[in-house]
């Protein structure tokens, strides 16, 4: 199977623009979380969704959206670019809904940098 | 809310020498456990994972975790380390919430970073 694969794999922005990232998730998956990364905040949990659904949110401003799509491959989108925003942001995949054995698979994330 | 704690956020040891990573945890429930390695400018590989069966628990490339209730604990070890283990390890708990409505939110540790010296 393919694993996670995340578009683009870097991307430089300037501050007050827009970006769309991308995540196709392993086939047959239909959970999809996603992550911000950064060497000060460490792995953050931005917000998952679970059949075109979002089931879970942190704790970021509205900037940040996502949505998915009826195939499970989900987009997030990071409005009004702040030099903050710049991080590695990682897709992950998995089966379906708890008490399953879920276990979250990675892609290769999205190397973000604001000027 | 939950919360992980990786004791340590360098560790060095010699290749051939035992690793022992730390990570303990805070959850009022026992939680699904995860050990995820990263690689530089890659993602974040798993491990191995603890889901409430056996408490001592086997992963790859010869990494094993032990499930401590008692101490809320989760550390990692592998017999003998090789260089190809240098990188950056994550100690992570997930569970549901309370309605059972949110899932897939995993809670990361700070990372511990491994070197592996000659």
């Known amino acids: 199977k393919a694993g996670v694969t995340q578009t683009p794999r870097y991307l430089i922005k300037t501050r007050g623009q827009q970006v769309t990232l991308s995540c196709s998730p392993i086939?047959?998956?239909?959970?999809v979380s996603w992550y911000q990364q950064t060497p000060g905040q460490g792995l953050q949990f931005l917000f998952e969704?679970?059949?075109?659904?979002?089931?879970n949110k942190g704790n970021f401003p509205g900037r940040f959206s996502g949505r998915q799509f009826s195939n499970s491959r989900s987009e997030m989108n990071v409005s009004t670019l702040e030099l903050g925003d710049s991080a590695l942001y990682l897709c992950?995949?998995?089966?379906?809904?708890?008490?399953?054995?879920?276990?979250?698979?990675f892609g290769p994330g999205t190397r973000l940098l604001v000027l | 809310a939950q919360s992980v704690t990786q004791l340590g956020s360098h560790v060095s040891v010699s290749e051939g020498a035992l690793v022992l990573l730390r990570c303990n945890y805070s959850?009022?429930?026992?939680?699904?456990l995860f050990w995820y390695v990263q690689y530089p400018n890659q993602g974040l590989q798993l491990l191995l994972k603890?889901?409430?069966?056996?408490?001592l628990v086997k992963g790859i490339n010869g990494f094993e975790a032990e499930f401590k209730k008692s101490e809320t604990s989760f550390h990692l070890t592998k017999p003998s380390a090789h260089m190809s283990d240098a990188a950056e390890y994550f100690c992570?708990?997930?569970?549901?919430?309370?309605?059972?409505?949110?899932?897939?939110?995993?809670?990361f540790g700070q990372g511990t970073i491994l070197t592996v010296h000659p």
């Open positions: 992950a995949s998995s089966p379906g809904a708890w008490p399953l054995q879920e276990t979250q698979y």
């Open positions: 086939s047959g998956h239909r959970s």
């Open positions: 969704y679970f059949s075109e659904t979002q089931r």
């Open positions: 959850s009022s429930v026992p939680p699904y």
């Open positions: 603890y889901t409430s069966a056996a408490t």
């Open positions: 992570a708990v997930g569970r549901p919430n309370a309605g059972g409505t949110s899932y897939g939110k995993l809670t």
